[in-house]
């Protein structure tokens, strides 16, 4: 996982979405459930090295990344309304 979260990065004020390679800030959240979710966005779209030869992910492994996460989407409905 080429990427962690920080609470004290210098460059927000909030929870931060970090590259180890260089400290990079790619992403700041008000909350640590926005940050897992753009988190988890990049570990799934970034390349496997240690994939094997040849391998896809299948059908049901497609899909479910496409599924509605709606846990998740509660969590953030629920951060929302108490930031108001």
Not at 42 to 57: F, H, K, S, V
Not at 58 to 81: F, I, Y
């Amino acid at each position: 996982m080429p990427w962690h979260l920080e609470d004290d990065h210098p460059g927000c004020d909030g929870v931060a979405v970090v590259k180890d390679e260089g400290s990079e800030l790619v992403g700041c959240h008000r909350t640590r459930t926005q940050a897992l979710a753009q988190l988890a966005a990049l570990n799934i779209a970034e390349p496997q090295e240690d994939r094997a030869e040849g391998y896809a992910p299948s059908d049901g492994m497609v899909e479910e990344v496409r599924t509605p996460n709606l846990t998740l989407a509660r969590e953030l409905l629920a951060d929302l309304h108490r930031l108001r």
